[in-house]
């Protein structure tokens, strides 16, 4: 079982976490569904994969209650985290509202990780981190972490609240998204933990066919699946930890078991190796923009700058 020091807060959690991403609103899934997504967090919980990652926009909140209904009896066991999204007009009442909703929602009374969920260059975080952190003092907020921050951007954060430890930064990463996560991995200035969502790539795994022959190999060679032999690479990383979402039972019990796979140095150096920097060139018109059932993508600038629901 992988426990790793979680950035620099002093604390070891579990290697890798659990997503709930796709749990939808209220009504969106039958109640036999959901009742499936919380038995499989509670198994993984059972199985030691004790990092739960959530976030208040998830189902407009549903995800929330249903990770409060999952930890019920086992909350002491588990490193939870949430996130939420400031815009620039919040006001001290809006922000002690969401932070207050998502412990409401949650069933607990502090949350290990609460994280700024997307930047947002119009909000001012010295005014939101100064409501947090009294929040923090009081117990109810352990560790501050951010989300889809650049390495720029993290920097601009870090001169703007100077007195504000920012414990990890969640980005997109795997066998095929790798820029971001590699600048931060070598990065001087963020020491913080680095939490890997997608990191099996949307259930794709690998980014290219030569990444697909080598994971094959190797997962003849220890005996496991191609997924667990990614997340194991993950994990070999200093700060990584990946959050893998999982509905079945089998893919539970697949993930936990990846956290007792140690791959050796030579194997680790192979699939870094084909962690390359290979550029697709795609057609404007071929890219086709889904959006959520909760969220239509943006078509203009003036839709993403004004990030309008």
Same mark, same amino acid.
């Given at each position: +079982?992988?426990? !790793?020091?979680?950035?620099?807060?002093?604390?070891?959690?579990?290697?890798?976490?659990?997503? $709930?991403?796709? +749990?939808?609103?209220?009504?969106?899934?039958?109640?036999?569904?959901?009742?499936?997504?919380?038995?499989?967090? !509670? #198994?993984?919980?059972?199985?030691?994969?004790?990092?739960?990652?959530?976030?208040?926009?998830?189902?407009?909140?549903?995800?929330?209650?249903?990770?409060?209904?999952?930890?019920?009896?086992?909350?002491?066991?588990?490193?939870?985290?949430?996130?939420?999204?400031?815009?620039?007009? +919040?006001?001290?009442?809006?922000?002690?509202?969401?932070? &207050?909703?998502? #412990?409401?929602?949650?069933?607990?009374?502090?949350?290990? @990780?609460?994280?700024?969920?997307? =930047?947002?260059?119009?909000?001012?975080?010295?005014?939101?981190?100064?409501?947090?952190?009294?929040?923090?003092?009081?117990?109810?907020?352990?560790?501050?972490?951010?989300?889809?921050?650049?390495?720029?951007? $993290?920097?601009?954060?870090?001169?703007?609240?100077?007195?504000?430890?920012?414990?990890?930064?969640?980005?997109?990463?795997?066998?095929?998204?790798?820029?971001?996560?590699? &600048?931060?991995?070598?990065?001087?200035?963020?020491?913080?933990?680095?939490?890997?969502?997608?990191?099996?790539?949307?259930?794709?795994?690998?980014?290219?066919?030569?990444?697909?022959?080598?994971?094959?190999?190797?997962?003849?060679?220890?005996?496991?699946? =191609?997924?667990?032999?990614?997340?194991?690479?993950? @994990?070999?990383?200093?700060?990584?930890?990946?959050?893998? !979402?999982?509905?079945?039972?089998?893919?539970?019990?697949?993930?936990? &078991?990846?956290?007792?796979?140690? #791959?050796?140095?030579?194997?680790?150096?192979?699939?870094?190796?084909?962690?390359?920097? &290979?550029?697709?060139?795609?057609?404007?018109?071929?890219?086709?923009?889904?959006?959520?059932?909760?969220?239509?993508?943006? @078509?203009?600038?003036?839709?993403?700058?004004?990030?309008?629901?």
């Amino acid at each position: +079982m992988q426990y !790793k020091p979680f950035g620099e807060t002093g604390v070891r959690i579990a290697g890798i976490g659990q997503g $709930t991403t796709g +749990m939808g609103t209220k009504h969106l899934f039958p109640n036999e569904y959901i009742q499936k997504r919380i038995h499989a967090l !509670k #198994l993984g919980i059972d199985l030691g994969m004790t990092f739960v990652d959530t976030a208040s926009l998830y189902g407009n909140g549903f995800s929330e209650e249903v990770v409060g209904i999952a930890l019920k009896g086992v909350r002491h066991k588990c490193f939870l985290a949430t996130k939420f999204y400031p815009h620039e007009k +919040m006001n001290s009442q809006d922000i002690r509202q969401a932070l &207050e909703g998502s #412990l409401e929602r949650l069933q607990t009374d502090w949350i290990d @990780l609460y994280q700024i969920h997307w =930047p947002n260059h119009r909000v001012k975080y010295q005014s939101v981190f100064e409501v947090l952190d009294k929040y923090r003092m009081g117990g109810a907020i352990r560790f501050f972490g951010i989300c889809n921050f650049t390495p720029q951007e $993290t920097s601009a954060l870090s001169k703007c609240i100077p007195d504000i430890s920012i414990a990890s930064n969640e980005i997109e990463l795997n066998l095929q998204a790798r820029l971001m996560g590699n &600048e931060f991995l070598h990065s001087h200035d963020f020491k913080g933990a680095l939490l890997a969502y997608s990191p099996l790539n949307q259930g794709r795994i690998v980014g290219t066919e030569a990444q697909a022959r080598l994971i094959r190999t190797l997962g003849e060679k220890y005996r496991v699946t =191609p997924s667990q032999v990614v997340l194991a690479w993950l @994990l070999s990383l200093e700060r990584v930890f990946p959050i893998v !979402k999982a509905a079945t039972q089998r893919h539970i019990k697949n993930n936990a &078991e990846a956290m007792h796979l140690v #791959l050796s140095p030579e194997d680790i150096q192979q699939i870094s190796n084909s962690w390359g920097d &290979e550029i697709f060139e795609a057609k404007p018109e071929r890219i086709k923009l889904r959006g959520t059932p909760q969220r239509k993508p943006y @078509l203009t600038e003036e839709e993403a700058i004004e990030n309008s629901p």
